[in-house]
């Protein structure tokens, strides 16, 4: 037990806290988005269970890290490259974060037709939570990977996970409804997920052209300089009251005369 309280193991522990914090912000900005669709009076509801599944994911991970480290085994190669069970994930995560952000931008973005009646809004709260496991999965398995290599103890790695899902619940209420005010906001948040996406295909692919030419810094630091410039834009901007984006094209209007 004396071993476990170690500056190595405090060093390992906060590391992994900031890591799950920064994995987390991604999987909280695609939770907010997907829950956005729901009801007012179910989103909170789907942000909780949403990231309480990450935590489980997590934990559940690194409770069968044999097999999570199994994942990385190569079982085929494919033009001269070794691909894991943990890339095939990668790889197929990645793909559809780039579909399904891509969806949401044209869904949001493209203009209303009223020539013609459309389908109405049949987003379900189960369909919302089935987008968010799988989103968690992807997360989670790159995040646990991670997390082995900087810590062997799962009483480090546990708390530090639970700890960051504590901070993500207390925050994604506020990180929902500034991405909901802010139209601008929400698409370049699934800008990012396009960029995220990618990154994760390329890890998948090539991961040591990832890690060896550091791209997600690269990454991540083109997010936080957007983010700012979009800070500094909201800032300055004197439009009084910003464009509404629609998450379904709505029904026609009957006139009078129906």
């Known amino acids: 037990?004396?071993?476990?309280?170690?500056?190595?193991?405090?060093?390992?522990?906060?590391?992994?806290?900031?890591?799950?914090?920064?994995?987390?912000?991604?999987?909280?900005?695609?939770?907010?988005?997907?829950?956005?669709k729901l009801p007012e009076g179910q989103r909170a509801r789907a942000r909780t269970v949403?990231?309480?599944?990450?935590?489980i994911t997590r934990i559940l991970l690194l409770l069968g890290i044999t097999w999570v480290m199994r994942l990385t085994a190569p079982l085929f190669t494919l033009s001269g490259q070794e691909i894991s069970g943990r890339?095939?994930?990668?790889?197929?995560?990645?793909?559809?974060?780039?579909?399904?952000?891509?969806?949401?931008?044209h869904e949001k973005l493209e203009a209303l037709d009223h020539t013609r009646r459309t389908v109405p809004n049949t987003v379900s709260f189960t369909g919302v939570i089935v987008q968010i496991i799988?989103?968690?999965?992807?997360f989670s398995l790159d995040s646990v990977i991670t997390a082995v290599g900087l810590s062997g103890h799962?009483?480090?790695?546990?708390?530090?996970?639970?700890?960051?899902?504590?901070?993500?619940?207390?925050?994604?209420?506020?990180?929902?409804?500034?991405v909901e005010k802010h139209p601008t906001m929400k698409i370049?948040?699934?800008?990012?997920?396009?960029?995220?996406?990618?990154?994760?295909?390329?890890?998948?692919?090539?991961?040591d052209v990832v890690h060896?030419?550091?791209?997600?810094?690269?990454?991540?630091?083109?997010?936080?300089?957007?983010?700012a410039v979009e800070l500094v834009n909201m800032r300055f901007r004197k439009s009084p009251e910003p464009v509404h984006l629609h998450n379904r094209p709505r029904l026609p209007a009957k006139t009078s005369g129906d």
């Open 87 to 105: 890339d095939l994930i990668l790889i197929a995560g990645g793909l559809f974060l780039i579909g399904k952000s891509t969806f949401e931008i």
């Open 212 to 227: 060896s030419y550091h791209l997600k810094n690269y990454a991540y630091f083109a997010m936080a300089f957007s983010f």
């Open 1 to 36: 037990m004396e071993d476990l309280f170690t500056t190595q193991n405090l060093v390992a522990f906060l590391t992994l806290l900031a890591l799950e914090i920064v994995l987390g912000i991604d999987n909280v900005i695609f939770i907010a988005i997907l829950s956005g």
């Open 50 to 55: 949403g990231i309480s599944l990450a935590v």
């Open 188 to 207: 370049l948040a699934l800008a990012f997920l396009i960029l995220i996406g990618t990154l994760l295909v390329m890890e998948g692919w090539l991961p």
């Open 154 to 178: 799962l009483w480090v790695m546990i708390p530090a996970v639970v700890i960051a899902a504590a901070i993500m619940i207390f925050f994604a209420g506020g990180i929902s409804s500034f």
């Open 134 to 138: 799988m989103v968690d999965i992807i």
